[in-house]
């Protein structure tokens, strides 16, 4: 098979946005959300309240950017399904998580809402939404998905959010590739390029699964663009990660005991703080 065909250097939405080397970017997990089946009827503000203090407790840790995610939803929804609860409530919880700190937000719309994600973008001043299948197609737990790029990048042009930056997964995680089976994960890279996502993510199959190096290569092999781990970052993978990677976002393990749907630890944020000063210094 030949190698993919790459396109020109663009400038790097990371440089551009961050003023550190190798940023890390830590996860607000959001408790469920109206209309979600584990809301239990609790108060959008307590909601945005405990979010609050995950953020608050990460960027006092040290850490370089914060990005908002309604993880606790599932089962997801697929995209076209996202409903207008879901937007409401995580633009609520992001404004407030805006006002209580200074450093890049970000969106995390899932399963796969890009347009849904712009959109509270938009509303909050975040500067970039993560998108699981931004080109191609793949099944997942919510069925069969396409790559949602074509109309979300009209929708973010209708919109005036053209500041609002595509961090895109290459070879996503809980999922199965469907049309792009017999294309390498250095073609697929090349696809999300061609659909001009900003930086691309390499990861684990699941939440908080290792990120393997040569998997973040392969991304790499087909990019011009910044590519960063997914999931699975702690302290000691660290080093071999960032030789090979342009930063991390990192929610599961930054959390009590591990588990992405208890509040931040901020041992672990420090812990991995410390970690990541450290590759800088000697890099």
């Not at 929804?77 to 992001?94: K, M, S």
């Not at 407030?96 to 899932?110: F, K, Q, S, W, Y």
């Not at 998108?131 to 929708?155: D, H, P, S």
């Not at 393990?253 to 590759?279: I, N, S």
Request: charged share 20%; net charge negative; glycine share 8%.
């Amino acid at each position: 098979m030949s190698a993919p065909v790459v396109m020109p250097p663009r400038a790097s939405a990371l440089q551009n946005e961050f003023d550190v080397s190798h940023p890390i970017v830590g996860v607000v997990h959001l408790r469920p959300l109206p209309g979600a089946p584990s809301y239990d009827g609790e108060s959008v503000r307590d909601i945005a309240a405990a979010g609050v203090r995950d953020a608050l407790t990460l960027v006092n840790g040290g850490i370089d950017a914060v990005m908002i995610e309604n993880a606790s939803d599932q089962p997801f929804l697929r995209p076209d399904d996202i409903g207008h609860e879901t937007v409401a409530a995580l633009t609520a919880a992001g404004l407030e998580i805006r006002n209580a700190v200074d450093v890049p937000l970000g969106v995390t719309c899932v399963a796969n809402g890009a347009i849904p994600g712009i959109a509270v973008a938009k509303a909050i001043g975040a500067r970039w939404v993560r998108v699981n299948q931004w080109a191609n197609a793949y099944v997942a737990n919510e069925g069969f998905l396409n790559g949602e790029a074509a109309k979300a990048l009209r929708y973010r042009n209708a919109i005036g959010a053209r500041e609002v930056r595509i961090m895109a997964d290459v070879h996503v995680k809980f999922g199965a590739h469907a049309i792009t089976a017999d294309r390498s994960i250095a073609e697929q890279a090349t696809d999300a390029e061609w659909h001009l996502a900003d930086v691309l993510i390499a990861t684990g199959t699941r939440t908080g699964s290792p990120t393997q190096p040569a998997e973040v290569q392969e991304v790499r092999a087909g990019t011009n663009l910044p590519v960063i781990v997914g999931s699975g970052l702690d302290p000691e993978q660290l080093p071999s990660l960032f030789e090979v990677a342009d930063g991390a976002i990192v929610g599961q393990w930054l959390k009590e005991d591990g588990r992405w749907w208890k509040p931040v630890d901020p041992r672990r944020v420090e812990r991995l703080m410390t970690a990541a000063q450290a590759f800088r210094t000697r890099a």
